[in-house]
């Protein structure tokens, strides 16, 4: 089993930046495949950034070109680097992690990090 904490979340003005991390734990491998997701309140969650099966990074369209997704197999911790953020970012991060092949929803969840974009 795999455990994520989540932390970096934090009230940020418009414009301003953030850097969210994301500690595993337990059996996790290398080769698992991590990413970032984010639910506002009333909506669904939805992916922000993700590695993928084939070693590709994607991202939501909102985010590109002012987010960067990035991970450290050394400390098993993934980053999510936020510039430019925008009041519409405003939403709990999760942490995903699944077997390579295998669907988020199979994977395992971190607890989430508050993130606020307001002035």
């Known amino acids: 089993q795999v455990q994520l904490v989540e932390s970096g979340g934090g009230l940020v003005q418009p414009g301003g930046s953030l850097r969210l991390s994301c500690a595993a734990s337990g059996s996790i491998f290398s080769s698992d495949i991590m990413g970032w997701y984010r639910q506002a309140p009333g909506k669904q969650r939805e992916l922000v950034a993700t590695?993928?099966?084939?070693?590709?990074?994607i991202y939501a369209g909102s985010v590109k070109g002012r987010f960067a997704l990035s991970r450290d197999n050394a400390k098993n911790t993934m980053y999510l680097q936020m510039n430019g953020l925008k009041p519409e970012d405003t939403a709990v991060y999760y942490c995903?992690?699944?077997?390579?092949?295998?669907?988020?929803?199979?994977?395992?969840w971190g607890q989430g990090t508050q993130v606020t974009v307001s002035s």
């Open positions: 995903n992690a699944r077997r390579l092949g295998l669907g988020p929803e199979t994977g395992s």
């Open positions: 590695f993928t099966n084939d070693g590709r990074t």
